[in-house]
């Protein structure tokens, strides 16, 4: 499982769910429709430490570039 929590100036969502490829992509949209929709924005992350290794595959592509472009993320596992 993972709870992400998507924070605008104006707003703020959040997304539980399990770790997949589909609900990480629906993070991914809403991550990026939100930085077009509202400009910088800070990205909260906890991820369940059984789940890490599967959210690091599946976000791979996007993340890392999402953090090179200036957005801030916080990522919490779970011990």
């Not at 991820?47 to 599946?58: E, G, K, L, N, T």
């Not at 993340?63 to 993320?73: E, K, N, R």
């Amino acid at each position: 499982m993972f709870h992400a929590r998507i924070c605008t100036t104006h707003d703020a969502f959040h997304l539980i769910a399990e770790v997949n490829p589909y609900n990480l992509q629906t993070l991914q949209h809403h991550v990026r429709q939100s930085i077009r929709e509202d400009g910088p924005l800070k990205l909260s992350l906890q991820v369940d430490a059984s789940d890490q290794r599967a959210f690091v595959r599946y976000t791979a592509r996007w993340l890392p570039g999402l953090i090179a472009a200036g957005t801030q993320v916080e990522m919490d596992a779970d011990l």
